[in-house]
């Protein structure tokens, strides 16, 4: 643990789980990419960085054997009580962060200050989906994620023997498969030389403790559906913001859109010609912290 900051006003936590380096905003919202420094003070916000607070399983951070949709949500609030963040706070994920930010929003609603979810990935079988837009979205993925999401489903003791087995394709976003990146998804990519160094040392407990898990916890069967959830700010205190790539070939703009037609009360940035890497791009990290921290939308 680092020693805690001066700092004033809000904090914001930022939640991911993919294996990719932070990208923050200084001030005048100048973007950068942090690569040593991962706990940084902007305008009165504390930026955390998933490289510096990895979730159970990632980097050096203990493995969470318990570990469940719930006390993902309870090991954030911890985490902020820790570090004094005070009553309130903002939370980012991304692409599988996405869980841990739904079970914020779940089990410890007051204590947020605003919410933004990047291309949160989707549980095809939470309650609430049509039976027939699920399962026709679920049938347009990779054959080889079909068998891959099945097993974490149905039979989670066997990800790990799945994912390492030698006869049958493994999970796509495992294998770095460059099979589910869109056009700008490449280009973005073209330009993370050191990501295979990264996602080495991010992964170094071993892909069961990190990577299977959260696809065990992610694609499992939940207590709750993220579409039965309230307003977390009914008095406009505060605000949730969701955004969604419509190339994204990780996760389906579809079913996004069902959700957010759902929950009425969530701003949706529905980015066109953008994949699941868009975080990325130039300006984006200008368009989201200004977003969930002033309104803009």
Known sequence: MVPLLQHQGSNLVMEGIWPTKSMVCLKKWRPIKLSSSMVMILAGMMLLSPKLYPRPGYGESDPNPKRTVKSMALDI???????????????????MGGQVVWSCLKYIPHRLAGVGLLTPVINYWWPGFPANLSSEVYNQQLQRD??????????????????????????????????????????????????????????????????????????????????????????????????????DMIVPVTLQRYIVQRLPWIHYHELTGAGHLFPHADGMCDSIVKAILVGEK
Not at 77 to 95: H, M, P, R
Not at 228 to 247: A, R
């Open 146 to 247: 079909q068998w891959a999401l099945r097993v974490a489903h149905h039979a989670p003791w066997l990800t790990y023997w799945w994912e390492t087995q030698k006869w049958f394709p493994t999970l796509s976003v495992a294998a770095l498969s460059p099979d589910i990146l869109s056009h700008q998804d490449r280009e973005l990519m073209s330009k993370r030389s050191d990501r295979e160094n990264y996602v080495a040392q991010v992964r170094q407990q071993g892909e069961y403790e990190s990577l299977h898990r959260d696809v065990n916890i992610g694609f499992g069967t939940w207590e709750f559906s993220p579409m039965d959830l309230e307003n977390p700010f009914p008095n406009k205190e505060g605000s949730v913001h969701l955004w969604q790539g419509d190339e």
């Open 77 to 95: 609030e911890e985490l902020a009580d820790q570090l004094g963040l005070g009553s309130k706070f903002y939370v980012i994920g991304f692409s």
